[in-house]
């Protein structure tokens, strides 16, 4: 804020400054036309053209600064805008031989084209035109040497020489930008073409006329149309720019148009009336118009004085309403919320008390002090304040108190009523203000307090039924799990085991003809009770498991099956084990039935603290499916897997193109607690 008054200020008294220095150079009584009228408005055009054109370039820059001050595109504009119209402003004052006027105009005209080419760098498209940056910095240096040499002058060569280095600089840095702009053209759209052919065509038709007459003049010595007169072209730069940042949304321009226009017809009707009515010669407006300007900047600094405290306030309800969320926690919400509130009015407000109601479900204090603590008939109107306020969005004055609605939607959930000041005395408007920007924050605040109360309640809710559903699938594993097991005990132990003994009976008796269907069904039901439940993952660990089913893979179906083992068995808890191996089988087989794999490679590692396997095979591939068809068909496989991962914690991921290969990545835990142990 102080940076920016401190800016205003600084142009504001460098204009002023050239608009007093000039006024005794005015032509006032010189006949420039027939008609009076008309000829008092040529006088105003010939003595203040550059004061209302630099006035205008500095007004839309420092508008643009006042509104997007970070935005690196509205400052290079800011400072393009700045020493353009200070150098318009002085230009007429240094032609009077004003040594400090022309020290301003040349240190702001020389730096008028390196701001130009570095606005351009961004404008209108950020960082297209990467080669203006050498040139940029070469008008820098000319810049530089030009202000060095105006300050020194030398010799009266070198008084000449300076206008015609400040025309080239010019001319250069309007020729690179136009034909840089130019450049744009066949690689961008045709809504950016547009905006690139007015810029090369508002820089033309701007600089030309006012070019032209500096070459006449400081070249060619030949007479040329006055500055005052030339310049006036200038006017369109500021307004093409201004169109464009509006156009790409940079800054709203239209908006400061519509609330200047009304201010601009009234002072042109104003000076029509000084002119023509009460005859008012230039040097008499000139000082009307110094003193309007000098009046409304003491004005709009007196009332942001006045208005400092108020702000300040005003800042502090938004800290306290920040205080106020950070100290809301998950137990009680709107009371937390209400109490923090009530401080706050206390805080800024001298009141006899205040209490807050909640009206949903049922009429509730959150909070209350001072008199409606201790006051039975406060207590009693509490009901009464809250039915008056039920249609009524607004905040009212009831009897001794003010009552101020807490709406959600388009309800009224409950009240705020403030007592009476403790002094007795009639509230002010500044306090009324105060108080109305604390009933709009309090509104926002019980209504974050009731969404947050509700997303806890329905997360709470949420989290419960997670832990029933979790708890409900670990539960229905292990039972399957332990069925299983079951059922593999009495097949292997009893079953299995009389088969053995007959077996064995068999043999002893040369019974050639029973004893290889008896064989097949002994390795089918070993191979079954495998199935139900790997006893030797139990028995010999799970490596040893892995080798075992690679060993029959690679008898049984020639396949070259590729085992890649780097992990401690003791790491892995048995019952992961088991799943695991499960799995892993169930991966093996999909990748010879229904892949017709001629190659597989398992591998299993520990990898940040969790395991990690891959099963990999160059069969056909296939187009993986979306999660919800993968039920059907030959995918059905895969979603067991899936679901058992995901009950496991872990992570299932599928690679695969077609004709090509398939990849199946595992990611389990290593880590469990005793409750995961069935």
Not at 50 to 70: E, H, R, V
Request: net charge neutral.
């Amino acid at each position: 804020m102080y940076q920016r008054i401190l800016l205003f200020l600084v142009l504001s008294s460098l204009w002023i400054f050239a608009v007093i220095r000039t006024q005794p150079f005015h032509l006032v009584d010189t006949q420039i036309h027939r008609n009076d009228y008309l000829n008092t408005i040529l006088l105003i055009l010939y003595n203040h053209s550059t004061n209302f054109i630099g006035l205008l370039f500095l007004s839309i820059g420092f508008y643009a600064y006042l509104k997007k001050s970070k935005a690196v595109i509205v400052q290079r504009f800011f400072q393009l805008m700045c020493v353009t119209g200070i150098a318009i402003t002085y230009a007429k004052l240094s032609g009077y031989q004003i040594p400090i006027a022309s020290l301003i105009e040349a240190l702001a005209i020389s730096l008028a084209p390196f701001f130009l080419m570095h606005f351009f760098e961004y404008f209108p498209i950020p960082k297209a035109i990467n080669h203006l940056s050498f040139f940029k910095w070469l008008t820098l240096i000319i810049a530089m040497t030009i202000i060095i040499l105006d300050i020194v002058q030398v010799t009266s060569r070198v008084a000449t020489l300076i206008p015609i280095m400040i025309i080239l600089n010019i001319m250069i840095s309007i020729i690179l930008c136009s034909y840089y702009l130019s450049k744009q053209w066949l690689s961008h759209t045709k809504w950016v073409q547009n905006q690139l052919r007015i810029l090369v065509i508002s820089l033309f038709i701007s600089f030309t006329p006012v070019l032209i007459s500096m070459i006449q003049l400081s070249i060619f010595s030949l007479p040329s149309v006055p500055y005052e007169f030339s310049i006036i072209s200038v006017v369109l730069f500021p307004i093409t720019l201004a169109y464009l940042l509006t156009k790409q949304e940079i800054i709203n321009f239209s908006y400061l148009i519509r609330q200047l226009l009304p201010i601009f017809l009234a002072c042109l009707i104003t000076f029509a009336i000084l002119i023509g009515l009460l005859h008012f010669s230039t040097q008499q407006l000139t000082n009307f118009i110094i003193g309007g300007l000098l009046f409304s900047i003491f004005y709009k600094i007196l009332k942001y004085l006045e208005e400092k405290q108020l702000l300040a306030k005003l800042q502090a309800i938004q800290q306290e309403k920040q205080h106020i969320l950070q100290q809301i926690n998950s137990e009680a919400f709107l009371p937390n919320c209400a109490k923090c509130v009530a401080q706050l009015l206390h805080k800024m407000f001298d009141v006899e008390g205040v209490c807050i109601v909640w009206s949903q479900p049922t009429s509730t204090i959150l909070y209350d002090s001072g008199l409606f603590q201790h006051s039975p008939t406060a207590q009693q109107d509490i009901q009464h304040y809250l039915q008056q306020q039920q249609n009524h969005a607004e905040i009212l004055k009831q009897s001794l108190y003010h009552t101020l609605p807490l709406i959600n939607g388009t309800e009224i959930s409950g009240i705020i009523i403030v007592g009476r000041k403790s002094n007795f005395t009639k509230w002010e408007k500044d306090e009324l203000i105060l108080l109305k920007s604390i009933h709009t924050e309090a509104v926002q605040l019980f209504a974050h307090a009731q969404s947050i109360q509700k997303i806890d309640k329905v997360t709470q809710e949420a989290q419960q039924m997670s832990q029933k559903l979790t708890n409900y699938n670990r539960q229905l594993l292990g039972a399957i799990e332990e069925e299983r097991k079951q059922l593999a005990l009495f097949l292997h132990d009893d079953v299995l085991q009389q088969l053995l003994l007959l077996m064995r009976k068999i043999q002893t008796s040369s019974t050639d003809a029973i004893e290889q269907p008896l064989l097949d069904t002994i390795t089918a039901i070993r191979a079954m009770c495998h199935d139900l439940h790997p006893i030797m993952v139990e028995d010999l660990g799970l490596a040893l498991s892995i080798q075992s089913l690679q060993q029959n893979i690679q008898q049984q179906h020639a396949i070259d099956v590729h085992l890649t083992y780097d992990i401690d068995d003791e790491r892995i808890p048995s019952f992961l084990a088991v799943h695991l191996f499960r799995m892993l089988k169930e991966l093996v087989n999909n990748s010879i039935k229904h892949a017709e794999a001629t190659e597989i490679h398992i591998a299993i590692y520990d990898k940040q603290q969790k395991l990690l396997m891959t099963v990999t095979d160059n069969g056909q591939g296939f187009i993986i499916p979306e999660q919800q068809t993968l039920h059907t068909g030959q995918h059905l496989g895969l979603l067991t897997i899936q679901k058992k991962v995901e009950q496991l914690e872990g992570e299932f991921m599928i690679e695969s193109q077609l004709n090509q290969y398939t990849t199946i990545t595992i990611t389990l835990p290593l880590e469990w607690s005793e409750e995961y142990v069935y």
